[in-house]
Structures are given as structure tokens and as C-alpha cells.
């Protein structure tokens, strides 16, 4: 099945590029997000990833698993609360979904100074994400030694079709 890579914070297609290896070396279509660096939501990305995973639906005619990679997982998380149809289910790699509005990472400074770019409802994706379980199955994967953001703001609701997975090293 068709799977989509969203970068984390600061990152790109290329940060991305050894995962997508090893995904499509395991016999998935994957794709990654062609928006250029993960400067924060504005406006270029919330849109691209809606026409992007929109595009990736069509062409498979299934729906689409998302990996979100720490702010990409939060996007991730949006987008299957926005079109669940269209997604087959969210993995996040050290996502802080559960930070919300006014919580503080190692890059909350930078996030910060970038803030004037992003769209105007940014807050409000953020607090929307932090307890409302989401409608496809999902998988949180972090680390409680991730040095960027704290572990437990990674941690997925406890459900049926929910799981955590600690990385330990």
C-alpha cells in the first residue's frame, strides 16, 4: 500500500530518505511530501499536504498509511482527523501531538521566530491534537532520551486501535 513521509521540523525530503529506503525496500509505494523544508505550518504546506495526500489517494485508488516524523507526525495526525477516508492509518516517530498550544520544546525558539509564516490557526490544530483519539489506527514510536522533546508528549491515548512503542538505546 502507498505510504506518505512528512518530515519533521527543519527537515526535508532528504532527511526522510534512508526511511523511505528501508519502507520501499519492504515493498510499499512510498512517497515523500515535495514541499521543500518543514519551515512550520504555513500556508504552502497545510495546503500541499491536503493536495499531496489527495493526489497519493487517487493515484493508488486506496488509502494512504502516514509517517509523521516529529512535527510531521503532528501534521499526520491532522490530516487523518480531516479526511480519515483517505488514510489507512498514522505512524509518528517522536511526535510531541500532546505538547499543545502553549508547550515548549528544544525548538520552541525557532518554531517561535518562524511563527509569523504560519497559517492563522495554528494554535488551534495544536490544542485540537492533544487528547482527541483519532479516527484510523495509529502508532506512537518514541524515545524517553529524544533530547528535542519530552517523551510523554508523544504518547497515544490507550485504545483498541492504539499502540506505544518505546525505542530503548
Known amino acids: 500500500?502507498?505510504?506518505?513521509?512528512?518530515?519533521g521540523f527543519m527537515a526535508d525530503d532528504p532527511s526522510t530518505a534512508p526511511l523511505r529506503y528501508v519502507l520501499r525496500g519492504q515493498g510499499y509505494w512510498v512517497h515523500g511530501w515535495n514541499l521543500g523544508r518543514n519551515l512550520g505550518p504555513t500556508s504552502h504546506v497545510v495546503d500541499g499536504m491536503i493536495e499531496r495526500l489527495t493526489t497519493l489517494?487517487?493515484?493508488?485508488?486506496?488509502?494512504?498509511?502516514?509517517?509523521?516524523?516529529?512535527?510531521g507526525g503532528i501534521y499526520a495526525r491532522r490530516l487523518a482527523q480531516r479526511s480519515p477516508e483517505m488514510v489507512r492509518q498514522v505512524i509518528t516517530l517522536g511526535s510531541p501531538f500532546r505538547i499543545g498550544a502553549s508547550g515548549r520544546s528544544s525548538v520552541s525558539s525557532m518554531f517561535d521566530r518562524l511563527r509569523p509564516t504560519h497559517a492563522s490557526d495554528v494554535e488551534h490544530v495544536l490544542r485540537d491534537?492533544?487528547?482527541?483519539?483519532?479516527?484510523?489506527?495509529?502508532?506512537?514510536?518514541?524515545?524517553?532520551?529524544?533530547?528535542?522533546?519530552?517523551?510523554?508528549?508523544?504518547?497515544?491515548?490507550?485504545?483498541?486501535?492504539?499502540?506505544?512503542?518505546?525505542?530503548?538505546?
Do not use: K, M
Open 57 to 71: 489517494y487517487e493515484r493508488h485508488e486506496r488509502p494512504v498509511s502516514l509517517v509523521g516524523w516529529s512535527l
Open 129 to 169: 491534537l492533544s487528547d482527541t483519539p483519532l479516527p484510523v489506527p495509529s502508532t506512537a514510536i518514541y524515545t524517553r532520551t529524544d533530547g528535542v522533546v519530552r517523551w510523554w508528549q508523544c504518547l497515544e491515548a490507550a485504545g483498541d486501535r492504539s499502540e506505544n512503542i518505546e525505542v530503548i538505546g
Open 1 to 7: 500500500h502507498p505510504v506518505l513521509v512528512l518530515p
